[in-house]
């Protein structure tokens, strides 16, 4: 196997979103822009209510997929196609908004922690203007594996082992892993070789990321290859681990649209306002 190497570190910056939710932005910031097919991570994790309280009132998407990871707390999701749903500790949103929908995610707790990420997969322009979808997961359909002592590994999307996460039908192929490492303890983990990677410490105080330090709320963008070793140091750790197809294709984004050209964003504004979502 030949082993990733981390390429590049990149620490979170502090802002908000929606109606003034605080978090802390990853990808999608001037030092990371994006990583082919990710347009933007986000953490939030707060156990203040006027830190999440607001929420994300109703706005649009268009031309890309949201990735909602809840850790701790509940938001309520919904649409204006009458969808609606729970999001509670440790379940999973796979949204493809497609050709357009209006989404919210307001929080279903005013006091206690609420914590969990956002992540950003770009769509490629044969399914820019597919029909949105949902795929939502709670949490006992994710399976859990201990590949080695001190390590559970949480499959939300790709393989590992005989362990196959329960999103499906994504075309960037993604791999989605959360891995728990108690200290000292490690595990190789086989990627796609062609994808594009990236490793997030985001429990413990720091983790090994291919044979390197990397400390909480720091990302490693890693090299190719086909395996990365992730391991725990002096104290338990959590890593989340993902990859995707990249899908090497222009990219045009204004806000909540993301699109190949900029002849298509303003046509997504004006379909916008002429309420065709």
Do not use: C
Request: negative net charge; hydrophobic residues 40%.
């Amino acid at each position: 196997m030949t082993e990733r190497r981390i390429l590049r570190r990149i620490r979170g910056t502090d802002t908000s979103d929606g109606a003034g939710v605080k978090l802390k932005r990853i990808i999608g910031q001037p030092g990371l822009d994006m990583l082919d097919p990710f347009l933007l991570l986000d953490e939030f994790r707060s156990d203040q209510a006027n830190d999440y309280i607001a929420g994300f009132p109703e706005h649009p998407h268009r031309g890309f997929e949201t990735v909602t990871y809840m850790l701790a707390g509940r938001m309520q999701h919904g649409d204006n196609h009458g969808n609606r749903g729970d999001l509670k500790p440790g379940s999973v949103q796979w949204m493809t908004a497609g050709r357009g929908i209006l989404h919210s995610e307001m929080p279903q707790q005013e006091n206690g922690l609420m914590w969990g990420f956002q992540l950003w997969v770009n769509l490629p322009a044969k399914d820019k203007m597919t029909a949105p979808r949902y795929q939502d997961i709670d949490p006992e359909h994710i399976p859990v594996v201990t590949p080695a002592d001190g390590v559970t590994l949480k499959v939300i999307a790709g393989h590992f082992g005989d362990a196959t996460g329960p999103v499906s039908g994504i075309v960037t192929a993604p791999v989605y892993l959360d891995i728990a490492l108690d200290a000292g303890a490690g595990i190789e983990v086989p990627l796609p070789e062609g994808h594009h990677a990236f490793a997030y410490v985001f429990d413990g105080s720091d983790a090994q990321v291919a044979g390197e330090e990397l400390s909480r709320s720091e990302l490693a963008v890693l090299s190719t290859g086909d395996s990365v070793r992730v391991a725990g140091r002096e104290a338990p750790a959590r890593v989340l681990l993902v990859a995707g197809q990249p899908l090497q294709e222009p990219v045009a984004r204004y806000g909540p649209f993301v699109m190949n050209t900029p002849e298509q964003i303003h046509e997504a504004i004006a379909d916008f306002r002429a309420g065709k979502f």
